[in-house]
Antibody, heavy 122, light 111 residues
Framework: QLQLQESGPGLVKPSETLSLTCTVS??????????WGWIRQPPGEGLEWIGS???????YYNPSLKSRVTISVDTSKDQFSLKMTSVTAADTAVYYC??????????????WGQGTLVTVSS | QSALTQPRSVSGSPGQSVTISCTGT?????????VSWYQQHPGTAPKLMIY???KRPSGVPDRFSGSKSGNTASLTISGLQAEDEADYYC???????????FGGGTKLTVL
């Protein structure tokens, strides 16, 4: 059964870089037709897609975050990672990773990791 | 890209049907047949309920159905049950095949 698990610091200082890793188990990040994505949810608010990556390294980013975000993949560890620079309090959110179907004629996010809360505060 | 528009809340009694709307533009919902819906109970991760406008993943009850007309997608839940009480989010391609946007979410209350 495919599972995803986010990991990383729960507290980041303003202006610093947020770094998170998602570990995939029960499948491989090299699965064809699947990208791997990051989505966030500020407390009490809705969902926002951050970006997605294919195992080849091809990436798509939310245009509103693109200048601060880098997503990378490590196929040897079945992990993919998120880096977000120059964070502010507005980046405080629960960060989810998810498998992102982007191939063929179907598109969806499933399954999702349990999420990890990242708070930006000094 | 702007968030898709959903009603903040809807409600219904057990056994009734409710419909949650998700309104976008011709650049997102109206331009693609890739609308998906997610259910989120408090403190848990979202769960895929509907994808590609009308398709239901294995394990999702057939009480859940999706549709689309023009720039508006809809999620209908029939035969409401207490466990359906949750937040629901729509999602669509936006502007291109490589960008994605979610709705603001709708809180479903089962009375």
């Amino acid at each position: 059964q495919l599972q995803l698990q986010e990991s990383g610091p729960g507290l980041v200082k303003p202006s610093e870089t947020l770094s998170l890793t998602c570990t995939v188990s029960g499948d491989s990040v090299t699965s064809a037709t699947f990208y791997w994505g990051w989505i966030r949810q500020p407390p009490g608010e809705g969902l926002e897609w951050i970006g997605s990556i294919y195992y080849s390294g091809n990436t798509y980013y939310n245009p509103s975050l693109k200048s601060r975000v880098t997503i990378s993949v490590d196929t040897s560890k079945d992990q993919f990672s998120l880096k977000m620079t120059s964070v502010t309090a507005a980046d405080t959110a629960v960060y989810y990773c998810a498998r992102h179907r982007l191939g063929g004629s179907s598109r969806w996010f499933d399954p999702w990791g349990q999420g990890t809360l990242v708070t930006v505060s000094s | 890209q702007s968030a898709l528009t959903q009603p903040r809340s809807v409600s219904g009694s057990p056994g009734q049907s409710v419909t949650i709307s998700c309104t976008g533009t011709s650049s997102d919902i109206g331009g693609y047949n890739f609308v998906s819906w997610y259910q989120q109970h408090p403190g848990t991760a979202p769960k895929l309920m509907i994808y590609d406008v009308t398709k239901r993943p294995s394990g999702v009850p057939d009480r859940f159905s999706g549709s689309k007309s023009g720039n508006t997608a809809s999620l209908t839940i029939s035969g409401l049950q207490a466990e359906d009480e949750a937040d629901y989010y729509c999602c669509s391609n936006a502007g291109s095949y490589t960008a994605w946007v979610f709705g603001g979410g709708t809180k479903l209350t089962v009375l």
